[in-house]
Structure formats: C-alpha cells, structure tokens
C-alpha cells in the first residue's frame, strides 16, 4: 500500500504546476538555507520548508537578493523572481522540491499502521493503513510544498507516544513523544493545540489512577518544553545563533505567531454553499468533512456510532471501565476539531487534515471493540479505494458521492478544495486538442502562465459591451467564477452559462467565439 500511495502521488503531481502557495515555501526555505535570512514567509515556521529546500540544492538556483521584493519581504514577488526570473527548470524543481512531501506522507500512513498494530493487532493496523492510504485529501495534500501534512504527522505522533509514555513510564518513550511535539511546532503553529490536548490526556490519566506525583507532573512537563525549544532553535539555527549573541532581540517564532493571530482576528474572505464570508464560521469545518470525506468512511462512522449507543444503553459501562486510551483519543480528535471550528480563517479541508489519522485509528480499533463482522471494514475499506482510484488524477477537486462528486464541488466550497492553481498544464492540453483558439482567461494562481505556453487574454467582466464583443474561448478558475477574492459581479453572467469542459473541476471553459459572419 505505501508502493502505491507513493506511485499515485508521483505520477498525478508530475500533472500539476504550482499551487498557490507553493512558490513562497519553495522560494522562502531556499533562501533560509542559503541566504541565513528567515524575513520571507514568517507565517510559517521553517521545518517543512527547509526539508523542501534541500533537493533544490542539485539546482543551484540564484536568489535575487539584490531585488526590492528581497529588501522589502515582498514574498509573492519574490518566489516568481526566483522560479521564473533566471534559468531555473520549475518543473523538475518543483517535482524534487515535492518528494520530501510524499516521503512525509508515506510516514504518516507507516506511523499509524504502526502504532495502531502495536495497540489493536495487525488486521486494525492495515485497515487505519489503509484508510490514510486512499484518502483523497491526504493524496493531494501530501504532494505538495505546503505545511499541511507534515503537521499532520507530527500532531499524530506525540499523541500516539504520549499515550504509550503514560502507560509505560519510559523515559525513552517520553523523549519520543517530546521530539515529535518540537517537531509540530516547528512544521506549523496550529500545533499549539497540542499543549492543552496534552495536558489534558495527562490530567484524565491522572485521575483514572486517583493519584499524583509533583516529580512524574514537572518531568512529564519540563521533558517536552525542553526538547521543543531545542528543535525550534535547530531549525531557526543562523536566527537562533544571532538571538542568543545578542544580535537581534526579537524572536522570529514569536513574530510568526503574531501574523497568523492577526490573520485569525482578521479573517480572509472564504465561500460555502455559495455564501461568501470574511469571517470564520464555525459550520465551514464540519460542511468541508461531510462533503471531502470519503463516501466509505462516512459509512462506517454510521454504522459504528449506532453500534456505540446500542453498546451504551445495554450495557451502561462506568467511566472508570473505560480503557484510557478510548478516552484519550476520541477527546484529542475532537479537541482538534472544536478548535478548527472556532478559527477565523476558513480556507479549506486541508487545515482539517490532523484529524484524520485519529479518527482512522478510532474507526478500525472499533471494529474489534464491538465485535463487528469484518465484512464491514472490508467493504467500508474497498468503497473509500474505489472512491480514490476514481479520483485520479484530480485528488485536490475530490468530493464524496454523497455530495454528488467533484462535478457539483463549487456548490459547496471552492478555493484549496478544488482550485488552487494547479492545473495549467491541463489546460494547455485542452487548448491544444481544441485547436489553440484565440484565449481570454482569468486564473486564480501563482504560476507563470506564459512559462507554459499560455497566452493571456482579457476575460471580460460584466459589461455588456465587452461581453457582446468577446471572441474568444474564456478559461476562468472556478475561485474567481464563483466571486471569491473579485467583485461577484464579474462573472455572474459567465456561471449563468453551460461550460464547454471544466478541466481538472478547477479551470471552466466556455466557447464565447462568434460566428464568422458575425465578426
């Protein structure tokens, strides 16, 4: 199964160009490693843009570090100076940028077969396996030069040993569970969730057995504080080093988290189920779980929560019959939620990915728990891979069939859900099969389209003397048709229309060519 998660997501992403924001980490990690400068991209912490640096190294590629978008931090500016400005190959430097993505990937569905085998047996583990192996939204995400997954892991993996240091107090396991946790703090902020999960779980396990050491509480403490603030100043190394010289007195972790707060309390404008909104809305996150999780999955959650209740009232176990780790995990799964549910920023499933390896982990163990007929996680495991399979190549566009599939995905949401640039290449395929007729596009992304043999012409917005006058074929990214980030009005009249093709559900095509008698 990891053979062909790894085969599936390496021979999609060759079909992608950049997502939105894959330049700046691409561009920002590189500069780190060679420049020592972490001003780019500060809303991020630096792990998983390093790791995506290092392959860039065999490139060689120049920074412009003489250019008003380096002295004044202007990102955008920056990354396509320093992927299209010199004589950079983007495609095979983004293809090695993405490997180390894939590889944090392949990790994540190998840490939960293993920990889940170790806990629940080796039929639990391959059917959790399995599921992060065909899940779509993990599929896409984990190809990319982005944070998303790498948190994933590394939010999954100080649970698991958390767990495993309280039942066994080994100090080893302890230096685990406290390295992963420096890990996820290093890969994204949002994994300062952690700190209160895991405090938590410690008080519950705590209570369950009616005592307390002072001692076991401040090493159980100090160990993880320790470890993570020396993996935060490994991976801030050159920043650290001016830090502690005394060079600077600001500290860029701190600088970072200040931009992602401001964001929150900002909000950035966001659509669902054809609303646009600039504040957060706690239903964003729960719509984008019904409508991206696979069809499988959602079975299965069915299934098992009438199993539960019916569990429940017949046998009315006590709190304290409860094994631990029935209590720790469905608490840190839905902590991680409830927390994505009370944030400002609604930009995509992708920000929702660390709750899936855990509720992975809950839904395979709790077929043993209940004693279900293993047909059931058979078929429930065969539904999702078909769902998957399906997919290819398009796995950002993926939508369940219970919402109607990735055909009716902008009824719902748009933006990183489905659109965030990456199908450029596609286009230009299309075009060719259809003649290279004369282009009018709008296209919500980062890459250079130029670069790719695309001619830009102006798409027109709303006015009807432009609209009676256009003779062209319009590509437009479903983000802008639907009236997110431009005014709404600009293309109402063209979404009123049947599209010629919606290549990768991401670009819609629409023949507005006159007739030649007409012109």
Not at 112 to 124: C, I, K, L, N, S
Not at 307 to 334: G, Q
Not at 377 to 394: F, G, K, Q, T, W
């Amino acid at each position: 199964m990891l053979l062909l998660l790894g085969a599936i997501q390496i021979a999609s992403m060759r079909l992608e160009v950049q997502t939105f924001d894959e330049g700046n980490h691409m561009a920002a990690g590189y500069s780190y490693l060679s420049q020592g400068d972490y001003r780019m991209n500060p809303e991020h912490p630096p792990l998983g843009k390093l790791l995506a640096a290092v392959p860039l190294l065999w490139f060689r590629p120049a920074v412009p570090a003489k250019s008003d978008a380096w002295f004044q931090a202007k990102q955008w500016e920056f990354s396509d100076e320093f992927l299209y400005g010199g004589n950079l190959d983007v495609d095979s430097a983004l293809f090695a940028a993405r490997l180390p993505a894939v590889a944090v990937t392949l990790a994540l569905a190998f840490a939960v077969a293993w920990w889940t085998r170790r806990r629940f047996g080796p039929a639990v583990g391959l059917l959790a396996m399995g599921f992060v192996v065909f899940d779509p939204n993990l599929i896409a995400h984990g190809r990319y030069v982005t944070s998303d997954v790498i948190v994933s892991l590394f939010i999954f993996l100080p649970i698991a040993l958390w767990l495993d240091y309280l039942e066994s107090d080994r100090f080893r396991t302890l230096a685990g569970a406290s390295a992963a946790f420096g890990l996820a703090l290093a890969s994204k902020f949002s994994a300062l969730i952690l700190i209160p999960i895991l405090a938590m779980i410690y008080i519950v396990w705590a209570a369950k057995r009616r005592s307390f050491s002072i001692r076991h509480a401040l090493i159980s403490c100090a160990t993880p504080v320790a470890i993570a603030a020396l993996i935060i100043g490994a991976v801030y190394f050159r920043e650290t080093g001016r830090l502690l010289s005394g060079k600077t007195t600001s500290s860029l972790y701190g600088v970072g988290l200040q931009v992602v707060r401001d964001h929150n309390k900002e909000g950035l404008e966001a659509y669902m189920l054809g609303e646009r909104r600039r504040e957060g809305v706690w239903a964003y996150f729960p719509e984008a779980f019904l409508v991206k999780t696979p069809s499988g999955v959602l079975v299965m959650m069915l299934i098992l929560a009438m199993r539960v209740m019916r569990h429940a009232i017949r046998l009315r176990p006590r709190l304290k019959d409860v094994p631990f780790v029935w209590l720790a995990l469905p608490f840190a799964a839905a902590s991680y939620f409830l927390w994505c549910m009370s944030s400002g920023i609604n930009l995509g499933v992708r920000h929702l990915l660390p709750f899936f390896p855990l509720l992975y982990v809950m839904l395979a163990a709790a077929t043993t728990w209940l004693d279900c007929r293993r047909r059931l996680a058979i078929i429930a495991l065969a539904l999702v891979a078909a769902e998957s399979l399906l997919a290819y190549p398009h796995y950002l566009a993926f939508f369940n069939g219970f919402s109607g599939g990735s055909g009716r995905g902008p009824e719902y949401l748009v933006d990183s859900n489905i659109d965030w640039g990456q199908d450029v290449k596609k286009l230009r395929t299309y075009l060719a099969l259809i003649g290279d007729p004369p282009l009018c596009i709008d296209y919500f992304g980062t890459a250079n389209l130029r670069y790719y043999g695309i001619k830009e012409g102006y798409l027109p917005r709303g006015k009807p003397e432009e609209i009676e006058s256009a003779d062209c074929v319009a590509a437009v990214s479903v983000t802008l048709l639907k009236g997110v980030y431009v005014d709404p009005k600009w293309y109402a009249w063209l979404d009123a229309r049947t599209p010629m093709a919606k290549v990768g559900w991401s670009i819609y095509v629409y023949d507005l060519r006159r007739p030649p008698s007409t012109r």
